[in-house]
């Protein structure tokens, strides 16, 4: 093969190995690749308390997770949290003492919620009560507040200790229905009566009405013999008059 045969084959199989290349590189002219789909969380929906029907309650809220090794009582567990245990108290809850009436239902329900589950704390103001016990709510990974679940199935009363009142007025209702409903410790007033009077416990706003907050300063001043809960500012037998 004479010199320009051999110049020309080479010059045809350059061209060719090109564009063979460029096939297997697309040119810029081709457009720029997509990046890879991305999967978003969607925005958190703030949680209804329980009983409230207006949404699924697929999430829990924001807190801090915990899990219970210890329940104490009707309103008062054991959480480790951080490597540490702490003992515990449900915000606005207060459950039959031992010897009361509905003490064992209302232990064996909240055992039966919460014993070794893992569980989100949520704080409102205070860190702690006097005793040195967490104050929180205390929800469970399918939704179930618990604080709210003991109050709406009777299990417990509602006590309010300020400044902690973010679920008040909810649970008010739930108490309200509770006992429309005579769940629980409603169920037998003869047995329980319309408040607590072993302490000071209530205060105006832990009551729906003038009656129902009369009831309690009447049925502890009769148990008792005093105005266990203050209620009677004036002195003159009248309390909440503020109250419809």
């Not at 090109?18 to 720029?32: E, I, K, N, R, W």
């Not at 047995?191 to 209530?202: I, K």
């Not at 205060?203 to 049925?219: G, K, L, M, P």
Request: aromatic share 8%; net charge negative; hydrophobic share 35%.
């Amino acid at each position: 093969m004479n010199r320009p045969s051999k110049v020309i084959l080479f010059l045809l199989t350059v061209a060719c190995l090109g564009l063979a290349v460029a096939g297997c590189f697309p040119t810029s002219d081709a457009g720029t690749a997509a990046p890879p789909p991305t999967t978003t969380r969607p925005p958190r929906t703030p949680l209804p308390p329980i009983g409230d029907t207006s949404a699924n309650l697929t999430e829990t809220p924001q807190g801090e997770r915990a899990r219970v090794t210890h329940v104490f009582d009707g309103d008062s567990i054991e959480v480790e949290l951080g490597g540490r245990t702490y003992r515990l108290r449900y915000i606005g809850v207060d459950s039959p003492e031992r010897e009361e009436p509905f003490y064992e239902e209302a232990f064996d329900f909240n055992r039966k919620l919460v014993e070794d589950e893992t569980v989100t704390l949520v704080r409102d103001v205070s860190e702690t009560d006097q005793y040195g016990r967490l104050l929180r709510y205390v929800y469970l990974d399918d939704g179930t507040f618990v604080n709210a679940a003991l109050i709406g199935s009777g299990m417990a009363r509602l006590v309010t200790f300020p400044p902690d009142v973010a679920q008040t007025d909810y649970l008010h209702r739930l108490q309200a229905e509770a006992k429309d409903a005579a769940a629980g410790m409603w169920s037998r007033p003869d047995l329980t009566g319309p408040c607590d009077c072993d302490r000071n416990l209530y205060d105006c706003r832990d009551f729906t009405s003038r009656d129902e907050a009369q009831a309690c300063f009447e049925y502890c001043l009769d148990a008792t013999g005093r105005d266990v809960h203050n209620l009677d500012g004036g002195g003159d037998g009248l309390v909440c008059e503020f109250l419809p």
